[in-house]
Structures are given as C-alpha cells and as structure tokens.
C-alpha cells in the first residue's frame, strides 16, 4: 500500500496468491532472488502442518547445534525436506520426517511455483537491496552459501515485523518489533549475531518463547523499513540535553551514535519537558536575592490581595522555567539564569513598585543602617536589629501599607536576641527599665541610656577585615 493508499504492483501480485499475505511476499522475494523452487517449499513448510515427528534424540542441543549448518532453524528444517524430496532421507536432527506429510508439502510447493509469474519485472526493490548474486558478506554465525543467505533474506522480507534484536551478546533474550519481549526457546540453534527474526512465536504473560528463529545479519537492514534521524532526550546523569543519532527498523532501535547538539527551540523544550514536574531541580536555591523575593511576593500578596499579585506557586514558576529554558540546554545554565529578572518581569510596573514599597527587602533603622527583613509566609516579617541602633525609635515599623507590623528580635551586643516584640513602645516604657541594669553588667562597654527614646543610635561598628 502507497501512501496514498493505493495498492503497489507487488501488491497485486502477491494477492493472487491463496495464502496469507505475508507467504506471498516470501514467494516472491524468493523468485526476485532467484531462489524459487527453495523458497516455493519453505512457504509451504511454514503453511501446512509440520511434517517431523519428535524422535526420543530430537531435542539434544549439544548434538544438533554441532551438526546444523546454519544460523537458521527454518533453513534447517527447509534442509531436511529437502535431503528427503532429493535422498528420501527420513532421519535428521530435527526429528523423523513423516512421508505422507512431506510429500504433501512437495505438492504444495508445486502449486505455489505454478503461481509465480514466469518473468517478474522490478516492482519494487528487495528487502535488501542488491539480487542474490551479490548477496554481500555475511558474519562467522551465519552460512555462506548464496543460495541459504538468499533463502534466509527472503525470510526478512515476508518477517519483518518479527525483526528482534538481542539485548545483549549470546544474550537468548531480545526486543522484537512493537516492543515485545521474546526469548530463544531452548531448541533454537541461533545463539550469535545480533539480530534474529521470530518466526514461531508463543506468547504469554512476560517474555514470549521464540520456537523458531533465523539470523539477519545487519547489512541485510536496507529497505524502507529502515529510518535514521537524530533524537534529542534528557539525560538524567549528566543533567542536560543530549542528541543521539538512532535508527530504526520500523520501531525497533537498532543502532545509535552520539550527535551534535542542535541549535533550535526544540532543545529548551526537551529541557523543560524534563523538568516541569519538578521546577525546583533547576531553581538556585544557593541565590537568597531569588528566594527572599519570592516570598516578599507571596507574603505581600497575602497581605494585600487588592494587588492582585502572583503567588509564585508551581504553575507560574513552571511559566517562568519554560521562559528561561529557551537558548540552555542543561540544568547548570538554568541555575545560573537571571530568575530574578524573570520572576520580577512577571509582576506589572505597579505591582513592582507595590514589592518595593510595601514588602522592602531592608528597612533603615535610626543608626542609618539598612537591616534586611526575614520573610516567612504565614508570619509577620522579622528585623533582627541591635538595640543599639533603634535607640529614638519610637514605633514598630510596619510593612503592606501599614497594615504589618514587623516582629523585632532586639538583640544583646552578642546579636542574640533579648527581647522579640511587636510593640516597641511597650518595650521602651516597661521592659527596657527592668534589662538595662544587668545589660550594662554584661556589657559594660556598650551604651545603656537612661532615656533611649533621645539617646543617640550607634551603629554597629564595621568588622575589620
């Protein structure tokens, strides 16, 4: 079938035949390689009943793998018809072959070699390529007679849905076409190469038995099953995207290489793909100006909902992650990002003058200090400031318009908190008088007014360096 949906002259031809389709591209491959007469009897071997009768001896791997002459369990049980249609040879390693059962596929393989047309033109190139006369080079594991590469690559194109490659060398488990585990049975003579056709397959819950297989060598891989394109995938290791150049024989992967990186969209979109479930990968969690923001935001948008804020939950930091995956290909180039640009983009010229104003990222205090503000969602925001420096401050400082006020933790000159208030002026008139005393034991070079509502504020002297 074309892809407009027209049947091919191989089509036709093959539909003429009154056998399932797949026989019928046998026969005719095998014609087109010049191997009728042996191809005509393997499509009858593999449509009628099986004609070997299982002798006491006939499943001995050890014996029969040191006497079968190929890679191939159908083309040795093909072989062994044959010695009987030539020799009325009855014994093989495959079993005794029933006389009545094998003369009948002799019959049948008349019929279907009476079927073929007498000269077939080129409809369409063989799986494969080149005829069988230049068949190629074919690996240790299989036969190098013409005629069997020819039988066994005419296999390839009435199987190529059965295509498996091993997951492993000597390995007697593979992947098959469509994904399907399978399994050599213990019988299968074909223990090298790396590819393998499944020809009678037992499937069942988990990996299926494959009763009956035959080698395909690589080079055979030609045709328009065939594609070869570069993919691009996340590597979880390393963190980044990679490119990786793979082919396939319809879905199967049979090959791949490593490609260059490709400078398109595509690759911020595989990483952000990657990471979209899970933003915080790429987050920089070690940026505190990124981390504090996020929650000024979100507190102030709490605290004022009227400013219709964003509140930076995982949906609209996925929006800013997909902004900054455009032009990175690796989790390291996000983390080194400008998020704060980005995430201060989000918001509207209003709603960043709003963050500024209303959720400062410092307060100054009277020493002239400017002392970041600890933001927590849920909780009014904390300044941590020496009691020294807010000496004239008469009232709590307060955030969101007014609507806040700021939990001071007043700290002793060992910057560990005395006192934590939101009322200063509660502080100043009745907890201060009753601390000073033992502060100044404690601290004696350090200033303890009477009056530290008109004391002047000391800041906090610069470390030396």
């Known amino acids: 079938i074309t892809s407009a949906g027209e049947v091919t002259q191989l089509g036709e031809l093959i539909a003429r035949f009154p056998t399932h389709p797949r026989i019928g591209r046998l026969l005719m491959e095998g014609q087109t390689r010049g ?3 042996r191809v005509a009897l393997l499509a009858a071997l593999l449509s009628e009943r ?5 002798g006491p001896d006939s499943g001995g791997r050890p014996q029969m793998h040191a006497k079968l002459r190929s890679q191939s ?13 030539s020799r009325g040879r009855r014994d093989s390693l495959l079993g005794t072959i029933n006389v009545n059962s094998a003369k009948f596929l002799i019959r049948a393989a008349e019929q279907f070699l009476s079927m073929l047309p007498r000269q077939r033109s080129r409809v369409d190139r063989p799986v494969g390529g080149e005829a069988a006369s230049q068949s190629g080079s074919t690996s240790s594991a299989s036969v190098n007679d013409p005629s069997d590469v020819a039988v066994m690559r005419s296999l390839l194109a009435a199987f190529p849905d059965r295509l498996a490659k091993r997951r492993a060398a000597r390995d007697r ?3 098959m076409v469509g994904g399907c585990g399978v399994k050599l049975a213990p019988q299968s003579g074909v223990e090298d190469g790396e590819f393998f056709l499944c020809i009678n397959v037992d499937a069942g819950q988990g990996e ?8 395909v060598e690589r080079d055979w891989l030609v045709s328009e099953h065939l594609r070869t394109g570069d993919e691009l995938f996340f ?3 390393q963190k980044r995207v990679a490119a990786r150049r793979r082919t396939y024989w319809d879905d199967l992967l049979i090959e791949e290489s490593t490609a260059p990186l490709p400078k398109h969209a595509s690759v911020g979109d595989v990483l952000f793909e990657a990471l979209a479930d899970n933003p915080a990968i790429a987050f920089p969690s070690d940026d505190e100006s990124v981390a504090t923001f996020i929650l000024r935001v979100r507190c102030l948008a709490q605290w004022r909902p009227d400013y219709e804020l964003p509140m930076f939950d995982d949906a609209s930091l996925r929006d800013v992650l997909k902004q900054l995956c455009e032009g990175r290909s690796s989790v390291d180039e996000l983390r080194k990002a400008p998020w704060l640009d980005y995430l201060q983009a989000a918001l509207t010229p209003v709603q960043q003058q709003a963050v500024q104003r209303d959720a400062p990222e410092r307060i100054e205090v009277p020493s002239g200090s400017k002392v970041r503000l600890q933001y927590e969602l849920n909780r009014p925001p904390v300044l941590a400031v020496r009691m020294q420096e807010v000496f004239g401050l008469l009232e709590t400082p307060r955030v ?3 609507r806040v006020p700021v939990l001071m933790h007043l700290l002793a000159p060992n910057m560990r908190p005395e006192q934590i208030t939101e009322d200063l002026r509660s502080f100043w008139d009745n907890v201060y008088p009753t601390i000073r005393k033992s502060l100044r034991v404690r601290y004696p070079k350090h200033s303890w007014p009477d009056d530290p509502l008109t004391a002047t504020p000391e800041a906090r002297p610069a470390r030396k360096r």
């Open 73 to 85: 369990d159908t083309l040795d049980r093909l072989t062994a018809v044959e010695d009987f249609a």
């Open 50 to 54: 099986d004609p070997f009768m299982r």
């Open 173 to 175: 488990r593979g992947v």
């Open 208 to 215: 299926a038995d494959v009763r009956e297989a035959s080698l």
């Open 35 to 37: 191997v009728a007469e």
């Open 400 to 402: 969101a318009g007014g």
């Open 235 to 237: 590597h979880p290791s």
